[in-house]
């Protein structure tokens, strides 16, 4: 009886993970076409009004939706950021950018967490070697790596949310890191909706080809380096004691 109850609650913990993954994989074939520059052209008036109408109701609606896509690492976030400069501004839109893909990206470590991540850090701090010696750095310098996967564009926002979960991250550190981490591409984005009714005007398109211009990735990963330095000071500071 007892080895049946402790099945069918480690089933339960998985859950939650498998949810995540049937709504990206489903999200992914149903939504790809429908969350777009060109849908927000359509309604962009209509969207427009009903802020101006109820203000608030289309902060939480917003909110919803883009906790929603995180979460399930549903196509068309770099859209909703833009919209989010589109409908209110710099500082609000980057503030609830930055709010929503938070607390997206904590739902999914949560849930990665609870199921397969609780059985492989288990593993990981019963192991011996090479594997219990990169957990200790990495616990040495959680902070620093996951600073460095917000920052890094190389790395995809869903891989940032996963992969600390499965290793054993603290969950304060992951959100707060999360939080500071995502704030200059969020400004970035939102920076771009500020200016594209603009760009909808002149029958264009937003160019997201700004990202890896040098004016944004240059100072980007100036802030990487910077959030690596208290590692590289470790392991000089290791190796000088060797």
């Known amino acids: 009886m007892s080895q049946t109850v402790s099945s069918s609650w480690a089933l339960l913990r998985h859950l939650p993970l498998v949810l995540i993954a049937v709504?990206?994989?489903?999200?992914?074939?149903?939504?790809?076409?429908?969350?777009?520059?060109?849908?927000?052209?359509?309604?962009?008036?209509?969207?427009?009004?009903?802020?101006?109408?109820?203000?608030?109701?289309?902060?939480?609606?917003?909110?919803?939706?883009?906790?929603?896509?995180?979460?399930?690492?549903?196509?068309?976030?770099?859209?909703?950021?833009?919209?989010?400069?589109?409908?209110?501004?710099?500082?609000?839109?980057?503030?609830?950018?930055?709010?929503?893909?938070?607390?997206?990206?904590?739902?999914?470590?949560?849930?990665?967490?609870?199921?397969?991540?609780?059985?492989?850090?288990?593993?990981?701090?019963?192991?011996?070697?090479?594997?219990?010696?990169?957990?200790?750095?990495?616990?040495?310098?959680?902070?620093?790596?996951?600073?460095?996967?917000?920052?890094?564009?190389v790395v995809p926002f869903f891989v940032a949310n996963l992969l600390p979960a499965l290793v054993g991250v603290r969950l304060r550190n992951f959100a707060w890191t999360t939080a500071v981490g995502i704030v200059p591409g969020a400004l970035v984005f939102t920076s771009l909706g500020v200016g594209v009714g603009a760009v909808f005007d002149r029958g264009e398109t937003p160019d997201l080809s700004i990202l890896w211009s040098p004016a944004v990735l240059g100072p980007v990963l100036g802030l990487a380096l910077l959030a690596a330095l208290p590692m590289l000071i470790r392991m000089i500071r290791g190796r000088g004691q060797v």
Do not use: C, W
């Open 23 to 153: 709504g990206a994989v489903t999200g992914a074939v149903l939504l790809r076409d429908q969350i777009s520059f060109d849908t927000l052209r359509t309604h962009r008036d209509g969207l427009l009004a009903l802020r101006d109408a109820n203000y608030p109701l289309v902060v939480a609606g917003f909110l919803a939706a883009y906790v929603l896509m995180v979460a399930f690492s549903l196509p068309g976030a770099s859209v909703a950021s833009v919209t989010g400069g589109f409908l209110f501004g710099l500082a609000a839109g980057t503030a609830l950018n930055v709010t929503a893909a938070t607390i997206g990206a904590v739902l999914i470590f949560v849930a990665a967490r609870a199921g397969l991540g609780r059985a492989l850090a288990a593993r990981i701090s019963a192991s011996d070697g090479t594997l219990a010696r990169l957990k200790t750095r990495l616990a040495e310098n959680e902070v620093s790596v996951l600073l460095l996967l917000r920052l890094l564009p």
